[in-house]
């Protein structure tokens, strides 16, 4: 990866409570721009304002741990009068939006594959043992996708937590081994492969520095995007966890008080408001 050039004419004189402009949005899907509990999923409001913040050149990322085909699905079905500008799937992999499609970054992508296919054969003894484990201890199901050799869906959070405490444990005698956990559901991933350095990807390549990028997520695996390093405005509406609203307060970013895309759109508003060029 080159080396990050940064827009320094856009930054803020000390002591100006201006913030410089956003030109990049990052948002999660699920419990943070859409909600399954809502008619429309994604507040009207809310795409309007995103719409707007497009027409002025911000491009806008979907984040999510979903997979390719259940971002589309979810976006169709919540029949959304926006697209992204980009999808980072899976919590790694990027793709991004022309015309009617949705471009595979290749060179990111296939290096992706080939580092987990490396983990995943150094761990691949270890599975029977750490299966066995969950099974004679809990309620859960672990199975394997396209994209883990080990993921898991526990019955309850507090047994996820005590599941993931033990593969935690596990993980850290493992080079570049990490659990990703979103809710009750968790799988085995690299290190180097999550929200934060596939923003930084992006934002990379469109050479936009961490000031213009705002983040907004609700659970465990957006913490690795609500840092400082990949953005310097970050939101949570009030039903994220409270690992990510007090990670999101600490750095000085947005908990909003209303839920979903609700609290995402207030918290757009009160960052714009403080925008300069
Ligand atoms: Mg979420």
Redesign the pocket.
């Known amino acids: 990866m080159g080396a990050r050039k940064r827009d320094a004419c856009a930054r803020p004189a000390a002591g100006n409570p201006m913030t410089p402009l956003i030109k990049i949005l990052s948002t ?5 721009l859409h909600s399954e509990h809502e008619d429309p999923p994604v507040p009207v409001h809310l795409q309007k304002l995103i719409a707007r913040l497009q027409a002025r050149g911000v491009k806008w990322v979907i984040n ?2 979903r997979d390719l085909s259940a971002l589309m699905e979810g976006i169709a079905r919540a029949e959304l009068s926006i697209l992204p500008d980009y999808v980072v799937v899976v919590e790694r992999e990027i793709y991004r939006h022309h015309e009617s499609r949705f471009i595979a970054d290749e060179d990111w992508n296939g290096r992706c594959t080939k580092e987990h296919a490396t983990l995943f054969a150094s761990i691949r003894a270890d599975l029977p043992g750490l299966i066995d484990w969950v099974e004679k201890r809990f309620i859960a199901t672990v199975y394997s996708d396209p994209y883990s050799p080990f993921c898991l869906i526990a019955g309850h959070n507090h047994d996820a937590d005590a599941i993931l405490a033990h593969l935690e444990t596990y993980s850290q005698g493992v080079p570049n081994l990490t659990v990703v956990r ?1 809710d009750v559901y968790a799988r085995f991933s690299h290190r180097a492969y999550n929200k934060g350095t596939a923003l930084a990807e992006i934002s990379r390549q469109l050479d936009v520095g961490p000031e213009h990028i705002l983040a907004a ?3 465990f ?2 913490l690795p995007m609500l840092s400082r390093e990949h953005a310097h405005r970050l939101v949570a509406p009030a039903n994220a966890v409270p690992a990510v609203k007090e990670v999101v307060r600490k750095l000085g970013g947005f908990v909003s008080d209303l839920p979903w895309g609700h609290g995402v759109a207030r918290g757009l508003e009160s960052l714009l408001a403080g925008e300069s060029d």
């Open positions: 999660d899907f699920d419990g943070t999510t741990g979103n997520g609700d659970h695996n957006d």
